[in-house]
Nanobody, 115 residues
Framework: QVQLVESGGGLVQPGGSLRLSCAAS????????MGWYRQAPEKQRELVATIGSGGATNYADSVKDRFTPSRHNAKNTAYLQMNTLKPEDTAVYYC?????????WGQGTQVTVSS
């Protein structure tokens, strides 16, 4: 059974940085497209960034030049480096793993940007 477990969320001041991790088990991680999504209170879940099996990346305009997805296939782990955080980045962040037509979600990790 595929499991995705996020970690690394927390409270950070505006302008600060955090790195989220998503550890995968029960699957061939290197074949996946890994995505990061977020959901703020009373808003729909939105795509933040993705990284494909070959390393190609895609970003939402709102995080371009601030957030960077990466992956370490030997560790079965995806990362989201978040720099220059803003209060509007506050949300629950979820990782998503896509293998072919099947995807899986992690449980989410809270990121709060506040002074």
């Amino acid at each position: 059974q595929v499991q995705l477990v996020e970690s690394g969320g927390g409270l950070v001041q505006p302008g600060g940085s955090l790195r989220l991790s998503c550890a995968a088990s029960g699957t061939i991680f290197r074949l996946s497209t890994m995505g990061w999504y977020r959901q703020a209170p009373e808003k729909q879940r939105e795509l933040v960034a993705t990284i494909g099996s070959g390393g190609a990346t895609n970003y939402a305009d709102s995080v371009k030049d601030r957030f960077t997805p990466s992956r370490h296939n030997a560790k079965n782990t995806a990362y989201l480096q978040m720099n220059t955080l803003k209060p509007e980045d506050t949300a629950v962040y979820y990782c998503n793993g896509l293998w072919g037509a099947t995807d899986y979600w992690g449980q989410g990790t809270q990121v709060t940007v506040s002074s």
